[in-house]
């Protein structure tokens, strides 16, 4: 499977912007899908994940409350809507794939990537 991941940009804090991640390839509804970013000098870090079928998705705890990840399989696509953004949102977005596991949030388990999409804050 293939991903493109857009929808960045620029923001002021307490903004919002919708990041999405297409896939091409067959069997998208058999994939989880997450959401990564990492920001200059930073490791990279887990966002969100939407499990296959209807599982519940999760997220990391800086984002909970803010963001929510979606999935419209029809269109082999996911969402990542972000409100009350902050400037430590500030970072290199990217989506990932895997049929490995369901829920996991480390890099390592996720098979293919799409490229960044950068999100900048401005206080």
């Known amino acids: 499977v293939q991903l493109q991941a857009s929808g960045g940009g620029l923001v002021q804090a307490g903004g919002s912007l919708r990041l999405s991640c297409a896939a091409s390839g067959r069997a998208f509804s058999s994939y989880a899908i997450a959401w990564f970013r990492q920001a200059p000098g930073k490791e990279r870090e887990f966002v969100a994940v939407?499990?296959?079928?209807?599982?519940?998705?999760k997220y990391a705890d800086s984002v909970k409350g803010r963001f929510t990840i979606s999935r419209d399989d029809a269109k082999s696509t996911v969402y990542l809507q972000m409100n009350s953004l902050e400037p430590e949102d500030t970072a290199a977005y990217y989506c990932?794939?895997?049929?490995?596991?369901?829920?996991?949030?480390?890099?390592?388990?996720?098979?293919?990537w799409g490229q960044g999409t950068q999100v900048t804050v401005s206080s």
């Open positions: 990932a794939a895997t049929r490995r596991t369901m829920r996991s949030t480390e890099g390592e388990d996720y098979d293919y």
């Open positions: 939407k499990p296959w079928s209807n599982n519940r998705e």
